[in-house]
């Protein structure tokens, strides 16, 4: 089965619900894997790409160690976010990891800003990805003859496979211990089967929403839109204050400087149905934020709704109750531990 054959069977099918609370569980308690061939792979080769890629996203991959990563943003000269992506550092290249549907916006803005500068940008179309995530994750890679020393979050290692060429990266999830498989369009397969072959759970794209929300990670397109600014997502993270300019660096320091912006990202806890995106939160009738994505998250003791959203700064205090439509939010912090066996991932 191809990559792609993988990626429709999972996330094109009906979603049972006791189905994805099972794959939920071995996210949050054991160890899943899951088709990651939406994430698109572009590679940065020439003298200037450090100084060119420095310059135009918010994080700081001057210094950037071989061998490791930093999550960023691409801003307009506005300030606004017109995607967001990882950078890593290969030694001879840099390589930018995104969502495919962001691919074609941001190679246009690249070649846009590429006057004078040696930079050769290629999309890597023949690269895929899978990822592996929960607490068993390094057990189950190592039982399935996947060897690699510890890895801090955003550091990567190449290796070889049964004769296959691929790189192993940890992600930055706070919530649960996950990694990403970087590696040959079409070694996917044999890959994809040696793991779920080693008693690895295949989980579909249903558990993978319920673990993002869970985790409190904003998705482009969805929970981070082009209207926002970067400190308004809480992604500190994303940010770099002392790297230099970059394209809408003077809007993030202003922001910096004057004493932040007037709304935040945070979580709720729902009490009544659960709220669709773009429903617009609530306080003495007056609107003062919206929830972006909403869940029903399995625990041991039924499910429970959460959502993310944006709220006003002063409103944004643990435990504040505010309304969206004709459920009750309660404010509450990222992620939600609780539901993630009690604890997060340690670095």
């Known amino acids: 089965m191809s990559s792609a054959a993988v990626h429709n069977s999972l996330t094109s099918r009906v979603a049972n619900p006791d189905e994805v609370r099972a794959e939920f569980a071995e996210l949050v308690f054991g160890c899943g894997v899951y088709d990651l061939s939406r994430r698109a792979k572009i590679s940065l080769t020439g003298s200037d790409r450090v100084r060119w890629l420095n310059g135009m996203i918010t994080n700081n991959v001057r210094d950037l160690p071989v061998g490791s990563g930093v999550y960023a943003f691409l801003l307009n000269p506005q300030g606004h976010i017109l995607g967001d992506l990882y950078g890593f550092n290969r030694g001879d290249s840099l390589f930018v990891d995104t969502d495919q549907s962001q691919t074609e916006k941001l190679l246009a803005t690249f070649e846009h800003y590429i006057i004078m500068d040696d930079v050769e940008i290629a999309y890597l179309e023949q690269m895929t990805s899978i990822g592996v995530a929960g607490p068993k994750t390094r057990a ?5 003859g996947f060897e690699f020393a510890d890895l801090e979050p955003l550091h990567f290692v190449d290796t070889t496979w049964q004769n296959i060429p691929l790189t192993i990266v940890r992600n930055d999830n706070t919530g649960v211990e996950s990694y990403e498989l970087w590696l040959p369009r079409d070694r996917y397969t044999q890959v994809w089967d040696a793991l779920t072959g080693s008693g690895v759970k295949a989980v579909g794209a249903a558990a993978i929403e319920l673990l993002r929300i869970a985790c409190g990670i904003p998705r482009y397109g969805q929970d981070i839109r082009e209207r ?6 809480e992604q500190q993270r994303a940010l770099h204050f002392s790297k230099g300019c970059y394209i809408g660096q003077e809007i993030v320091e202003r922001i910096r400087s004057r004493g932040g912006v007037h709304r935040k990202f945070s979580g709720f806890e729902v009490r009544g149905p659960l709220p669709t995106p773009g429903t617009k939160i609530q306080a003495e009738g007056k609107d003062v934020g919206e929830v972006t994505s909403a869940a029903f998250l399995p625990a041991a003791d039924g499910d429970h709704a959460v959502a993310l959203g944006y ?3 002063e409103m944004a205090t ?3 109750e505010v309304q969206a439509g004709d459920a009750r939010l309660s404010v509450a912090t990222l992620p939600f531990t609780q539901y993630l066996g009690g604890q ?4």
Not at 228 to 233: G, K, R, S, V
Request: hydrophobic share 35%; proline share 10%; net charge positive.
């Open 311 to 313: 709220i006003r700064r």
């Open 140 to 144: 189950a890679l190592q039982a399935a």
């Open 318 to 320: 643990p435990g504040k």
């Open 344 to 347: 997060t991932a340690k670095d």
């Open 228 to 233: 926002d600014l970067p400190q308004e997502t």
